[in-house]
């Protein structure tokens, strides 16, 4: 089986599926590879729907040129639990939970993307999911490409009238007074709105609803237990994904202006490029 073949291998993408994503990745590539360097390419789109692996396969196919390329998740960012413990005792208690902006380091990220656009050597971050906890960083490295994944990636910070509604539960029971989304999106009008234009080009994949990321992010916890005998329960991953329902279902609304490419993924994940 060849290295692409595994990496497809999460997506469990039926053959016809595997065929659609195979073309599609072939055609970005091209398009890809004729942009000057370096460059920090962004890949948005909500859990599950399969950022790690475009990302991973992106780099497979820019290393096989000779170029020097790796790719980083948002997610590698996070706040460590103690520090987002004193984020929730400081600002709102919902921001205990790993997820939103201001629960990442996000002048780290900054600091990583402006390193590689200026050819300086980068050490790149990892996070144990599992452990919760920031994990050792990789070996320092020049790059040409940087590839940066996220669930919320090109995400713009939302108006006052969006904001003053809740869309779910938690919001309405445990952020009745606004505090915690009014925060986050202090910090996505900041920061992140800053390293969001340093993601150039910005890849969005487009799921098509929220039930189906729900679904999607499911079948990645099934594979943790799987792979490694832990994970969440269907009753602590339905609460876990409350908190991203807000910039997800924003994002639909949003990034059709903001993406460079839309990848619009069907609920079975099969593929389609739009633009």
Known sequence: MSQLNALLQPLQLNREAEQAYRQLLQQLFSTLQNLPRPLVIGISGAQG????????????MF????????????????LSKAQRRQLAANVHPL????????????????????????????????FDKALDEPAAALPAQTLD????EGWCLGVPAQTEAELATPVNELEAKADTDGRWRRYVNTL??????????LLTPLIWLQAPDWDCVCRWRAKQEQQLWQRRGTGMT??????????FQRLTQASWQQLPQQASYIIALDKHQQPRLKQ
């Open 49 to 60: 729907s399969g950022k790690s692996t475009l990302a991973a396969m992106l780099v497979q």
């Open 63 to 78: 290393s096989a040129t000779g170029c020097s390329a790796a790719a980083v998740s948002l997610d590698d960012y996070y």
């Open 95 to 126: 921001l205990a939970q790993r997820g939103v902006p201001g629960t990442h380091n996000i002048t780290q990220a900054l600091a990583d993307a402006k390193a590689v656009l200026a050819g300086v050597t980068v050490t790149l971050p990892q």
């Open 145 to 148: 490409i940087l590839i940066v």
């Open 188 to 197: 996505l009008a900041g920061p992140y709105a800053e390293y969001w234009q």
């Open 234 to 243: 269907e009753a602590e991953l339905t609460s876990f994904m409350l908190p």
